[in-house]
Nanobody, 125 residues
Framework: VQLQASGGGWVQPGDSLRLSCAASGRTFSRYQMAWFRRAPGEEYRFVAGITWTGRQRYYGDSVNGRFAISRDDAKNTVYLQMNSLKPEDTAVYYC???????????????????WGQGTLVTVSS
C-alpha cells in the first residue's frame, strides 16, 4: 500500500489550499481515512477523518469550520480542503490509513498503519 500526498505549498494567511492523497495497492473504499499534521518539535495532531462510507467526518478543534475532508473512492483519493489558513496551520500534513477495514475514525495516530510521505504547508505573510 502506498499513499501519495500532494498539494502543499506556501500561502498567505486567509488563503486556501487543497491537499490530495492518492492510495495505491489496495482498494480503500472500505477504510476510513485521516489527515494528521506535525509541526516542528511537536507530535502528530489529528486534523480530520472520514468514515469508509463517507457519511461521517470528524475534525480537530483547531480546524473545525475551516477545513473539509472528502473522498472519491473511484479515484482512491482523499482530499483536505483548507480555508482561512492561519500561520499556526503551518506543518507537514500526512494522510493515514488503518490496516483494518471498517475501522472507526481515530484521533490517535497510533491507530494508523500506512502513512503518506507528507506534504509541507507553510502559512506566512
Amino acid at each position: 500500500v502506498q499513499l501519495q500526498a500532494s498539494g502543499g505549498g506556501w500561502v498567505q494567511p486567509g488563503d486556501s489550499l487543497r491537499l490530495s492523497c492518492a492510495a495505491s495497492g489496495r482498494t480503500f473504499s472500505r477504510y476510513q481515512m485521516a489527515w494528521f499534521r506535525r509541526a516542528p518539535g511537536e507530535e502528530y495532531r489529528f486534523v480530520a477523518g472520514i468514515t469508509w462510507t463517507g457519511r461521517q467526518r470528524y475534525y480537530g478543534d483547531s480546524v473545525n469550520g475551516r477545513f473539509a475532508i472528502s473522498r472519491d473512492d473511484a479515484k482512491n483519493t482523499v482530499y483536505l480542503q483548507m480555508n482561512s489558513l492561519k500561520p499556526e496551520d503551518t506543518a507537514v500534513y500526512y494522510c493515514a490509513l488503518p490496516n483494518e477495514r471498517y475501522a472507526s475514525v481515530s484521533e490517535d495516530y497510533r491507530a494508523y498503519y500506512y502513512w503518506g510521505q507528507g506534504t509541507l504547508v507553510t502559512v506566512s505573510s
